[in-house]
């Protein structure tokens, strides 16, 4: 996985962290948890807000 791959990374994160509500997450969690996805294979430089909030996004979407 990739920072762009934000659909496949919140389906991650939403299996890995079902107690967590995805509207009220801080962007240095969320890239935390990211990083320690199973499967994830990218650089940390190459993460940003733009990004941050797409994940978040999708996650929110995903949960609903």
């Known amino acids: 996985m990739k ?9 991650a994160l939403g ?3 079902p107690g967590v509500d995805p509207k009220t ?5 969320l890239r935390r948890w990211v990083m320690q996805l199973d ?5 940390a ?3 940003g807000e733009k990004i ?3 994940i978040q996004m ?6 609903d």
């Open 45 to 47: 430089e190459h993460s």
């Open 15 to 17: 299996e890995k962290l």
């Open 3 to 11: 920072w762009t791959d934000t659909l496949e990374i919140a389906i």
């Open 52 to 54: 941050l909030e797409a």
């Open 39 to 43: 499967g994830f294979d990218d650089i």
């Open 25 to 29: 997450l801080r962007f240095t969690d």
């Open 58 to 63: 999708a996650w929110i979407e995903e949960a």
